[in-house]
């Protein structure tokens, strides 16, 4: 089992640059969530979703959209890139809603310049 | 909305000491849960408590959820340079979304 899959790790782009970050699991989890983390913030939800075809907003959801059209995949897309966006992202997945404990990616380091 | 606060933000212990982080909540929880992310890496679960005062050890770390289930802990006896981490707690309650707290780091100095 590969777990929770994300790519890239690392990714710089431009200022309005659009991107997706991709997140696969092949674990059958039912739940999956992205999260942003900052530096002394901890670990921010940005969307999660309940299973295929069902998501919703977390924290802090402006500027990202996400859709889920298979359990395994659930990809994050910034639609214009600010410097506010740089950031580590890590997908997270739990077999059903938690409280499981989740298991996360390794993380996409995110620059935007 | 749910907040967990945890404290300290950042411990420095000698190799051998002892070392505690603390979780507390707004809110009342149904679960708590604990997560180690090493310097660079990924968050990795380590338990979940659900019970009301309820301890659990894995090894030389010892975790308590609170009476009150507002609270929890974790407590690590004679800390070695492979407890170098983050350790972050995350309270779930009425919804099923965790909360996380902002995490302490953990510094061994050999």
């Known amino acids: 089992n590969a777990g929770v899959t994300q790519t890239p790790k690392f990714q710089v782009l431009k200022t309005g640059q659009s991107m997706t970050l991709q997140c696969a699991q092949d674990?059958?989890?039912?739940?999956m969530s992205w999260y942003r983390q900052d530096p002394g913030m901890g670990l921010r939800l940005i969307h999660y979703?309940?299973?295929?075809?069902?998501?919703d907003q977390g924290e802090v959801p402006n500027g990202y959209n996400v859709s889920r059209s298979t359990t395994e995949d659930f990809p994050l897309r910034l639609l214009s890139a600010a410097p506010s966006q740089t950031s580590v992202y890590f997908c997270?997945?739990?077999?059903?809603?938690?409280?499981?404990?989740?298991?996360f990616g390794s993380g996409t380091r995110l620059t935007v310049v | 909305g749910q907040q967990v606060m945890q404290i300290p933000q950042y411990q420095h212990v000698q190799e051998g000491e002892d070392f505690t982080t603390y979780c507390n909540s707004s809110?009342?929880?149904?679960?708590i849960q604990w997560y180690k992310q090493r310097p660079g890496g990924h968050p990795v679960f380590l338990i979940q408590?659900?019970?009301?005062?309820e301890v659990k050890k894995q090894k030389r770390l010892t975790f308590q959820f609170g009476e009150a289930k507002k609270n929890s802990s974790l407590h690590i006896t004679a800390t070695q340079t492979t407890d170098v981490g983050t350790y972050f707690c995350?309270?779930?309650?009425?919804?099923?979304?965790?909360?996380f707290g902002r995490g302490t780091s953990l510094i061994v100095h050999p």
């Open positions: 997270a997945s739990s077999r059903t809603v938690p409280p499981y404990g989740y298991t």
């Open positions: 674990m059958n989890h039912e739940y």
């Open positions: 979703s309940v299973g295929a075809g069902i998501t």
């Open positions: 809110t009342t929880l149904s679960n």
């Open positions: 408590l659900v019970k009301s005062g």
């Open positions: 995350a309270g779930i309650g009425g919804s099923y979304i965790p909360t």
